[in-house]
């Protein structure tokens, strides 16, 4: 029997305009002789799911459902395409959680966690080999702050709002004049900002996923991007970064990555697809973490959909695996 699945897209923030993009993708490729989809979605005013007549339905909250032509529709489980708030932030967990509902992402408290780049930071920092960038994270834009961190920190700089994603906010700055204009624009995402010092060398992205037989590690994508940085424009203009799936690296550097982002997804209690963003540092190849992010993007331009394609998997099926180990997880 054919279990229905609540597609869950839309969102609170700028990263909604995303989360339709991904969220038509997966809708695109989820088996449909397996799986009943409902694209359902969720706005601070809304939650609604609109039929193939242009009908809008208003989903009942207070048990998830929807109500059409008579029938009632509750889900099997829920696949979570939204980028940021509510549904990368631990929000929509808490209240899938309460209703019982099995959902393909990290948990509540992993989202909540993993939404801040700098908490991030200070639990993986002590597994072998994962190096973090010097960094300071700011609770406030006053002149006391950027003295701390002319202080603390040597330009270059990327300063990125603290719980934003798709690199909204973010910034590259060289010196100390490019500084102020550079913190209003993080403040205006969120209301904590991290500052880190630039590492040089090779950057690259890669997805992780647990399976019933266990944690798997697909070939990474290295980013070469025309801009000065993987910025949001490089990230979602096609053709405006250079995207090699696999990335170049030795034979060491790929058991070494692989065995360092098993070890993160395993610390961070993981669980669904997630991506780590990384570098490689030009000097001595050092392995330096960027950030995590648990619902990673699933556009046409993409990379999980890039690094399951060179794994030779199915997208399909890496879709279908989601959702089964979501149902698994509830039983």
Sequence with gaps: MKKTIALVTGGYTGESVISFKSSAFV?????????????????????YYTDSSDVK???DKNDFSLLIAGTKIVFDAAFIMIHGAPG???KLQGYFDLLNIPYTSCDTLTSSLTMNKGYSKAIVSGIQDLHVAKSVQLFDNSSSSSKHLLDSLVFPLFIKPNNGGSSIGMSKVKNAIELPDALVKAFNEDSQVLVEEFIQG????IGVYNTIEGIRVLPSTEVIP???FFDYEAKYTPGA?????????????KERVERIVIEIYQKLNCKGMVRIDYFLQDLNSDFYFVEINTIPGQTAQSFIP???KAAGLDIADFYGELIEMALKNRD
């Design 27 to 47: 809708e695109s490729k989820i088996d449909r002789n397996k799986y009943d989809v409902f694209k359902l979605v969720i706005l601070k005013d809304e939650w």
């Design 57 to 59: 339905h208003q989903i």
């Design 88 to 90: 990368e932030d631990g």
């Design 202 to 205: 090779r950057e690259f992205s």
């Design 226 to 228: 025309s801009n000065d």
């Design 241 to 253: 970064t250079e995207e090699i799936t696999p990335g170049r690296m030795s034979e060491e550097e």
């Design 306 to 308: 890039q690094q399951v």
